[in-house]
């Protein structure tokens, strides 16, 4: 009885055909498994993208304390201060920064026939003045607006 040469992709001979199929499912396979990465590091989990990710703490509902008091004795609550935003911005303020200086932010567009009818302007000038009264000096900080950046997921820079 003869035997048959059973032919098949996973059989002898090895054909450069199937060393070609062979690499592409090899191929197709790593973009699976990248794709799969990417999704679940952008959509399903993004704070898996971080060496270290925010830890979470879950806060429990407990029931209130209980005060326990005289049967003669009342208790009053004690008002509390609310501030105004003046006064709660002055305290986050660094004040010996501030002494014996002003700071003011220049901000400017220029009129162009391309802005014309539209709302949505950007400023074209940013500068930062700083004047020093104990020194005598004014320093000035200018921002530049028309910087490149590289954008995210292209290969220019906007």
């Not at 971080?50 to 208790?75: G, H, K, L, Y």
């Not at 901000?107 to 302007?121: A, L, Q, V």
């Not at 930062?128 to 220019?156: C, H, M, N, Q, W």
Request: aromatic letters at 8%.
């Amino acid at each position: 009885m003869a035997k048959k040469n059973k032919t098949g992709l996973f059989r002898a001979p090895v054909t450069g055909a199937k060393i070609v199929i062979y690499v592409l499912l090899a191929v197709l396979i790593a973009l699976l498994i990248i794709l799969g990465r990417f999704v679940y590091r952008t959509v399903i989990n993004p704070a898996s993208a971080f060496d270290n990710p925010p830890e979470v703490t879950r806060v429990v509902a407990t029931a209130a304390p209980q005060i326990s008091m005289a049967p003669d004795e009342t208790q009053t609550p004690e008002p509390t201060v609310t501030l105004s935003p003046r006064e709660l911005l002055e305290q986050s303020a660094d004040h010996d920064f501030m002494k014996d200086r002003v700071n003011v932010l220049l901000t400017g567009i220029d009129y162009s026939i391309e802005r014309e009818g539209r709302t949505d302007f950007r400023t074209d000038t940013i500068l930062l003045v700083t004047v020093d009264f104990e020194k005598g000096t004014v320093d000035i900080i200018s921002v530049p607006r028309d910087s490149y950046a590289d954008i995210a997921f292209t290969d220019a820079k906007w």
